[in-house]
């Protein structure tokens, strides 16, 4: 069944190719009013048919398996009703490293990137990069500015805490 808009958000999913299914989501995005559509339609449908970007790009006119094309279509329909494309992806790269995210934690910003860059810069301006520092990541969430302090100051203790035990979970 085709919804009002013309996208298959529901129903059985006839056998389809990659290209088609990457138009249908771009498509299905775009009626959204999502910005970049196809982008987030290659990133959902490289994710649930385990492709990298390039492969998928190569192998456009192959066939989607029936489990693809649905499981591509839920997480369509959960885009279109706001879920971040991280939380459905279930990752996001921070300060050059992937880092697990679930809606247990908050999605690390670029933002929070000038954080770390700003720890370095102090660090450097000071002269002490080496140094053994102790480092407190209070409210760490995925873990993401714990481990990227831990990169650029290996000799620091750091320490990350969290109220959240599911947000510790994902942080381990």
């Not at 029936?66 to 009703?81: D, E, N």
């Not at 999605?107 to 700003?118: C, F, G, K, S, Y």
Request: glycine residues 8%; contains cysteine.
């Amino acid at each position: 069944r085709r919804t009002a808009g013309g996208s298959m958000l529901s129903g059985a999913r006839p056998a389809c190719t990659l290209l088609q299914l990457l138009q249908e989501g771009e498509r299905c995005l775009k009626m959204a009013g999502l910005p970049n559509p196809r982008q987030e339609a290659d990133l959902l449908v490289s994710h649930v048919a385990q492709l990298t970007r390039l492969q998928l790009y190569l192998d456009l006119g192959s066939a989607v398996s029936a489990r693809v094309g649905k499981r591509v279509t839920a997480l369509l329909a959960q885009r279109v009703q706001g879920i971040p494309i991280q939380y459905l992806l279930g990752t996001q790269e921070f300060w050059g490293l992937e880092f697990i995210v679930t809606p247990d934690v908050l999605i690390p910003r670029p933002e929070t990137e000038r954080l770390v860059e700003e720890s370095i810069r102090l660090a450097d301006r000071a002269g002490e990069k080496t140094r053994g520092y102790t480092i407190l990541d209070i409210g760490t969430g995925c873990g993401c500015i714990a481990v990227a302090l831990s990169k650029a100051f290996p000799r620091a203790r750091i320490l990350a805490t969290d109220i959240s035990a599911k947000a510790l979970a994902v942080a381990r």
